[in-house]
């Protein structure tokens, strides 16, 4: 489905192995290479999107929503995408496809009617506090899908906080910032500075890291483009926390953003637009400020 002569497949590597084994390559893309969730994207939306516009004759459908292999169209035009993609040598998942009746799923949640049903699941022992702050806010969330609020489950709330020790309780704050505070209403928020909008949240201060000597330079090349390179010739891999601490973290995370470059020949207003426009940037990666580190195993008091 991708063109021989395609910048895609210019760059694809056509065998792999060893010194003395070379095996061809059929398929374009494996799962776990970087560029395949971008690809089945762009090719399930053209699929889908196709489909359906033939399916509605009016060409009035609801837009085409392609993240990975999740498909979400138009309910009329269904059949014709499965159709299409049969056609086309791809397999459903019958099990996790949903064309008929109130409830839908896609890409973890679960929906009946529109309205988010997906309950909280507990999957590992809870023995550390950021893993309680994220186990609360998980309830708080299921309350407010369920019942527009915490409704029943307050008691079950509360109860998980208990468990918290005093400092980490007090870390709370809007849930644009994760499970680094306890989400709740902004009169309860842990704030540091009222006057630069920044309040104290429990977050990872110590990372695992894994050397790059002996990777190839190629690799090396793309850590640093990617920005993963943590100090030089290091690199922190997935699940490395080590430490938590508690740090100053910006409510609005945009504040942490450079100020935009205004050159003299600029007009002011399209120059103060452009600020604006910065400023307005949100749920972006907050600024952190070290307060104290925590070990994990170490009571916080």
Not at 142 to 160: C, D, K, R, Y
Request: charged share 25%; proline share 5%; glycine share 10%.
């Amino acid at each position: 489905m991708v063109g021989g002569d395609s910048a895609a497949v210019l760059g694809r590597e056509p065998q792999s192995g060893t010194l003395d084994h070379w095996v061809r390559l059929e398929k374009f893309s494996s799962m776990g290479n970087g560029f395949t969730f971008e690809l089945e994207t762009l090719i399930f939306y053209v699929i889908a999107d196709y489909a359906t516009s033939v399916a509605v004759d009016d060409g009035a459908y609801m837009p085409t929503r392609v993240f990975g292999d999740d498909i979400l169209c138009d309910s009329r035009g269904a059949d014709n995408v499965i159709a299409l993609l049969r056609f086309l040598g791809f397999r459903l998942n019958d099990d996790k496809s949903f064309v008929g009746g109130a409830f839908k799923e896609s890409c973890g949640g679960d929906f009946w009617a529109g309205r988010p049903v997906r309950p909280y699941y507990l999957k590992d022992v809870l023995d550390e506090p950021q893993q309680l702050i994220a186990f609360a806010n998980g309830i708080r969330r299921l309350g407010q899908n369920l019942f527009g609020g915490l409704g029943p489950l307050a008691g079950v709330w509360f109860s998980i906080q208990d468990a918290l020790p005093l400092r980490v309780r007090q870390c709370r704050g809007p849930e644009g910032l994760g499970d680094i505070v306890v989400h709740d209403v902004e009169l309860k928020w842990s704030w540091a500075s009222r006057s630069t909008e920044r309040i104290i949240a429990y977050v990872p201060v110590r990372h695992r890291e894994v050397s790059l000597d002996g990777y190839r330079a190629g690799t090396v090349l793309a850590c640093g483009l990617y920005g993963e390179l943590v100090s030089k010739g290091f690199l922190i891999p997935r699940d490395a926390v080590t430490g938590f601490g508690f740090k100053k973290v910006y409510v609005n995370q945009s504040q942490w953003l450079p100020q935009p470059l205004i050159r003299r020949d600029v007009d002011r207003a399209e120059a103060t637009y452009v600020d604006h426009r910065v400023r307005s940037m949100t749920r972006l990666a907050p600024s952190y400020e070290p307060v104290r580190i925590v070990s994990p195993g170490r009571k916080v008091r």
